[in-house]
């Protein structure tokens, strides 16, 4: 099962969160217990924002495991957020590829998903043909959460909202609706 964390708060060192605590992220990608190898280590990805610089997040994403990637540390070590996402994986369907780490960025956005979407390989050319060029053209990996979040772009650039937190849940679950059909 993949591992994530979403944090929006004070801001603070992510280093504090991915890598320090005795339950840090990072440690339990490599303590999977429910695993037959106990190792979360398909990739990872980490998004920030930095808004005192511009509204679109810094991503890095990487398809060596979390746990061994001096990159990371390095950069948890300096990189200090008010908002970000963080997210250790463990492939169940998709390459091990850099496009198929969460999470997933468009413009000033950013997605990471746990979980499966049941019978995905069935409705996948479905979710394709409902996404305008500009949306499936940036789809770039084999994933259902990536399919997930075009198609809640795609749903998103349709209604012409303001982005805020009610209209985000309202469109998140027209997109669950449109993918049960």
């Not at 413009?107 to 499936?136: A, C, P, T, V, W």
Request: hydrophobic share 40%; glycine share 6%; net charge positive.
């Amino acid at each position: 099962m993949c591992r994530f964390i979403a944090y929006i708060g004070n801001p603070l060192v992510l280093d504090e969160v991915l890598f320090k605590p005795d339950h840090s992220l990072i440690k339990q990608s490599t303590h999977a217990l429910e695993m037959k190898e106990p190792l979360n280590g398909d990739g990872f990805g980490l998004g920030w924002y930095a808004q005192d610089i511009d509204f679109t997040p810094g991503v890095f994403k990487s398809i060596q495991p979390a746990w061994n990637d001096l990159n990371l540390k390095h950069l948890a070590a300096k990189l200090r957020s008010n908002c970000f996402f963080a997210h250790v994986r463990s492939a169940t369907r998709g390459y091990v590829s850099q496009f198929n780490c969460h999470p997933f960025n468009y413009d000033q956005y950013l997605f990471m998903h746990n979980g499966d979407i049941g019978g995905f390989e069935k409705i996948k050319r479905f979710l394709r043909r409902k996404l305008s060029d500009d949306i499936y053209n940036w789809v770039q990996g084999q994933t259902d959460s990536e399919h997930l979040f075009a198609l809640f772009l795609e749903l998103f650039k349709q209604e012409k909202l303001h982005f805020n937190a009610e209209n985000t849940a309202r469109l998140f679950l027209a997109t669950l609706r449109e993918i049960k059909k």
